[in-house]
Each structure stands twice: as structure tokens, then as C-alpha cells.
């Protein structure tokens, strides 16, 4: 398993390897469906193993899974195989409009294959020190995607990313070191001061003041990089600006890194302090981000910003479950994590087609999208119901289960202020996608299709098909293995 650990991280650095060979985008394409493929089933290898409490360890700490690693690490993998994909088409549609050229296509495979490699690696250390070193190589090698197409907008988006993001990871190096300076009192070697079994076996022997000041630091800084309130504003621009595929990957996978750090921390500080310090910081950044993404989602224009916003807005729902606690709260956040990043990879894959076709990014610009390409509207429509929590989707099972969290463990008017945002959200996503979909066809030619060949849009189809297939599963059905890998993360921080 400790062999398989690795490989699980070297698998996805294929297609980069394979630029050394061809600049060209199809078979850089298949090399990356097919080392996502294989990455994803490492992975699901690796969880089913700690899936039922197992862990694997060595290296002096620095390599560690438990359930929690494997929970993540197999939702990163599936949104790594789905974005994969649909870069394979994406790209080579861009390529052959003369939007890329072969520099460009060899950097979107290095950099998205380094971006990948760093996000999984970083789910299989136990050293939080480490873990802050891989989350910041993923923010170096992700910025090279978002400034890709080198347009003025999009560089100046990519400098707004990597100096926000930059800034709020050196805020979270800050607070690494007081959780290293508030396990300075207990026995063991200095490296172990920051190995995650350790501390959380010793939390007890934790300096207090230091864990405090530790963990809100953490939670500024990572929670910049999962894109909090107030810290979100890199995000819109990021996603907006990346290609479509990349996008999927900062908003389904990258914010997803930084929320592990951030509940790594909250066991530690729940485990010496309690839950109501931590968990009164999580409520406030929460019910923040899902208020600032609730009226930027209103106010609608580009869709791509709509939907990062909306990704502002679930991560808060995620921090909201966390602080409310309990089984139920981090059952129902962890599962939010994964349906969240199922439904968001959905929704940014299928912008791509929108953007290749339509040529625009502003929804008002965007109409007839069921009648001119059937496939392509159907999953927006359907991606909107569920990313804004329609039944019978998966995310309407984790929200249900947030709730029920917040009825059992914290104020009645809290929850009902979620519902009434929530509500919000729903109104205004879906009318949007709606809009889009079932607006009257434009009278003006819409420009070529998006993927002239038929392989080609067998492959911009399939993650999308796949995603949806995967959220109904959820909303109606959760499998038993998954709802023990999730039963045995809760018991791993708790």
C-alpha cells in the first residue's frame, strides 16, 4: 500500500512526461484521460484499504493516510479523472480554432498534471508541515493555467490569484508554526511537533493561547485558498479566466485542499479547547461566504462567475456544517465536500462547450442552449438543479443533513437564515441556467459546434453524463462503503 501511495501521486505527472515527445493536444489528451483513469482506481484502492480505519504510515510521519486522506483523496481523484476528460476535448477544440498553440498545450499539460500531483500528495502526509508546502505547489503550478490563454484579463487575473492566494498561505505558515511552538512542551522529537497522529495523541499537552492563535490563523490562510469570506476574492476572477477544465479543477478539487488543512486544525482545537471556540469562528466565516456568494449569484452576468460564486457559497455551507458539529454536521459536511465537487465539476465542464460555442462568457448573451446543442443544455439545466440543492440530487441529501445538524446541535435562527439563503441561491442559479437553456434560440448562427468530431465530443460528454449519473446516485442511494468511510473520517478527528 505504501508503493501504491506513491504511484497514486507520480500517475498523474503522464501527460507531462509525455510533452517531451508531442506538443500536440490529442494525444497529450489521451495520455491524461488514461493517467486520470488510473489514478482514480489507485485511489479507490487506497480508500477501500483505510476505508475501514486501517492507516498507513512511515517515513517518520511525512507519509500518512487514515479515512479522512482517503476520503479526499478519492474525491480529488474523481474530479481529476472527470477534468481530464474533459480537457482531452476542451483542448484540442481550442487548438484547432488556432486558440492555443503548441507551447501553450505542452504548459496546460505540465502545469495541470503538477497541480493534480500536488493536491493528491498532499492528502498523504501526515506532517502538517509538508502539507502547507504541497498546498502552496499547487497554487504556483494552478496560476500558470488560469493566466493560460495570456490575454490581459486573464494575466491579470492569474496576479490577483497567485499574490491573494500567496498571501493567505504565508498567513497559514504562520499559524503551522504556532501549532509547532504549542507542542514545544511535549516529549518527542521536533519533527513529530508536527505530525498530525502525534499531535492529536497529545493534544492535551497542547499550549492553549497557541492553539487559538493557531488555528484562526489557519483558518484565514487556508480558508483564503478555499475561498471564505472575506478572503474569496481571487476566485471569481481565477475561475472565470482558466480554461474550463482547469476551472472545474480550482473549484471542485483545489478549494477542497484547503478545507482538509482547515479541518485537520479544527480536531486538534476541538480536541484540547472544545468545540465552541472553533466552531463559533467556522459559523461566522460560513454564514459570511454564503451571504456574499447569495447576492453576487443574484446579480448574475458572466456564468462562469456565477458559478465561482457559487463555490464561494458551498464552501461556506461546508465551514457552516463544521461549526455546527456532531455526527451529523460532519457527516453532512463531508458529504457536501464530495457532491459539491461532483456538481461543480459538472458545471464548469459544461461552460466550456458554452464558451467554445457561444464565444462569450455573459448569460444574457447565451440562449437557446437546449435546442442548439440538447446534450449541453440538459446538463446545465440539470447541473444548476442540483448544484442548488434540488432533489433528488446528492446535494440536497447534504444540505438536508446540514440542517437536520443545525435543528439538533445550534439555534433555530441560524438555520432558518441558511434556508432563507439557500432559497435565495436556488431562485437565482436555476434562473439563470434556465435562461440559458430554455431562452428563445438566438436568430443570429451561434458559430461552429463546439467539437466538430464525433470522438471528440464523446469525450466532452462523458464526464458530464458520468457527474450527473453519480449526484442522482447519491440523492437516492448512499453505498454502503461510503457511508463507512465517512462514519470512520468522523471517528478519525473526533
Request: charged share 10%.
Amino acid at each position: 500500500m505504501t508503493a501504491l501511495a506513491l504511484i497514486v501521486v507520480l500517475l498523474p505527472l503522464l501527460p507531462a512526461l509525455a510533452t517531451a515527445l508531442t506538443g500536440r493536444a490529442r494525444p497529450l489528451g489521451y495520455a491524461a484521460v488514461a493517467s486520470g483513469l488510473a489514478t482514480l482506481a489507485v485511489a479507490i484502492a487506497l480508500t477501500v484499504d483505510v476505508g475501514g480505519g486501517r492507516r498507513i504510515h512511515g517515513l517518520s510521519g511525512f507519509l500518512y493516510l487514515d479515512s479522512l486522506s482517503g476520503f479526499f483523496l478519492a474525491t480529488i481523484a474523481l474530479v481529476v479523472a472527470l477534468a481530464s476528460i474533459g480537457s482531452a476535448a476542451y483542448v484540442h477544440a481550442e487548438e484547432q480554432r488556432g486558440d492555443l498553440g503548441p507551447l501553450q498545450v505542452r504548459l496546460y499539460f505540465i502545469f495541470f498534471a503538477i497541480f493534480a500531483s500536488m493536491m493528491l500528495a498532499s492528502f498523504e502526509t501526515g506532517n502538517l508541515g509538508l502539507l502547507w508546502v504541497l498546498i502552496e505547489a499547487s497554487t504556483l503550478a494552478s496560476c500558470v493555467l488560469v493566466g493560460l490563454e495570456g490575454k490581459p484579463v486573464s494575466l491579470e487575473a492569474a496576479w490577483k490569484y497567485i499574490i491573494i492566494s500567496s498571501f493567505g498561505v504565508t498567513i497559514a505558515l504562520v499559524g503551522t508554526l504556532f501549532l509547532y511552538f504549542a507542542a514545544s512542551s511535549l516529549s518527542g522529537s521536533p519533527t513529530q511537533h508536527l505530525t498530525w497522529s502525534y499531535l492529536f495523541a497529545h493534544s492535551a499537552g497542547l499550549r492553549a493561547e497557541s492553539l487559538r492563535l493557531a488555528f484562526l490563523l489557519a483558518l484565514i490562510g487556508y480558508g483564503t485558498k478555499v475561498g471564505l469570506a472575506p478572503m474569496h476574492t481571487w476566485l471569481p476572477d481565477a475561475h472565470s479566466e482558466a480554461p474550463s477544465p482547469a476551472s472545474a479543477m480550482l473549484s471542485a478539487a483545489l478549494l477542497n485542499t484547503g478545507m482538509y488543512a482547515i479541518i485537520r486544525f479544527q480536531a486538534l482545537t476541538h480536541a484540547q479547547l472544545g468545540t465552541h471556540y472553533a466552531s463559533r469562528i467556522l459559523l461566522i466565516f460560513g454564514f459570511a461566504s454564503v451571504i456574499i456568494g447569495a447576492l453576487f449569484i443574484v446579480l448574475r452576468g458572466n456564468y462562469k462567475r456565477l458559478f465561482a460564486y457559487s463555490s464561494v457559497e458551498h464552501m461556506g455551507i461546508i465551514a457552516i456544517a463544521l461549526g455546527f458539529g456532531g455526527v451529523l454536521g460532519l457527516y453532512g459536511a463531508l458529504l457536501h465536500t464530495l457532491t459539491h465537487a461532483i456538481g461543480k465539476a459538472v458545471l464548469f465542464l459544461t461552460s466550456g462547450e458554452l464558451v467554445l460555442r457561444y464565444r462569450t462568457r455573459v448569460i444574457d448573451e447565451v440562449r437557446g442552449v437546449l435546442s442548439v446543442t440538447p446534450l449541453t443544455g440538459a446538463v446545465l439545466l440539470l447541473g444548476a438543479l442540483a448544484v442548488a440543492g434540488s432533489p433528488p440530487f446528492g446535494l440536497f441529501l447534504s444540505e438536508f443533513t446540514i440542517v437536520r445538524a443545525g435543528l439538533q446541535r445550534s439555534s433555530i435562527v441560524l438555520v432558518a437564515a441558511l434556508l432563507v439563503l439557500l432559497a435565495i441561491v436556488f431562485i437565482a442559479l436555476v434562473g439563470a441556467a434556465a435562461d440559458m437553456a430554455l431562452g428563445p434560440s438566438p436568430d443570429r448562427p451561434t458559430g461552429q459546434p463546439a467539437y466538430p468530431e464525433r470522438s471528440t465530443r464523446v469525450l466532452a460528454g462523458t464526464p458530464l453524463v458520468a457527474g450527473l449519473a453519480l449526484l442522482l446516485l447519491l440523492g437516492v442511494w448512499i453505498p454502503g462503503g461510503l457511508d463507512q468511510l465517512i462514519m470512520h473520517s468522523i471517528r478519525a478527528i473526533s
